[in-house]
């Protein structure tokens, strides 16, 4: 199955966006679900993740409070909003699925992945 993503774009400092990941398999309501991102010359870094019933969430230290992950398994889609949006929060963003790793923190434990979304913080 596929991972499907949409929502990025340029968002001045201190603004908001909200990214949406929609996958293609029925059984989508099994995976959990993550979102990483990765900016030029970095390594792949982990943002937030949620288990399949979405009664349970993962966050990195440097985005708690400000973005929130959630999913709708009847659309099954899975969802990051993220507010008060940093400069060095510019990155292509990942939508990632797994059926085995509850709410896992690593890229390895993530076996499907979306095309990336580009998020540009600038004014």
């Known amino acids: 199955g596929q991972l499907v993503q949409s929502g990025g774009g340029l968002v001045q400092p201190g603004g908001s966006l909200r990214l949406s990941c929609v996958a293609s398999e029925r059984t989508f309501y099994m995976y959990n679900m993550a979102w990483f991102r990765q900016a030029p010359g970095k390594e792949r870094e982990f943002v937030a993740a949620?288990?399949?019933?979405?009664?349970?969430?993962r966050y990195a230290d440097s985005v708690k409070g400000r973005f929130t992950i959630s999913r709708d398994n009847v659309k099954n889609t899975v969802y990051l909003q993220m507010n008060s949006l940093e400069p060095e929060e510019t990155a292509v963003y990942f939508c990632?699925?797994?059926?085995?790793?509850?709410?896992?923190?690593?890229?390895?434990?993530?076996?499907?992945w979306g095309q990336g979304t580009q998020v540009t913080v600038s004014s």
């Open positions: 949620i288990i399949w019933s979405g009664g349970l969430t």
């Open positions: 990632s699925a797994d059926r085995w790793h509850e709410v896992g923190s690593e890229s390895e434990e993530y076996t499907k």
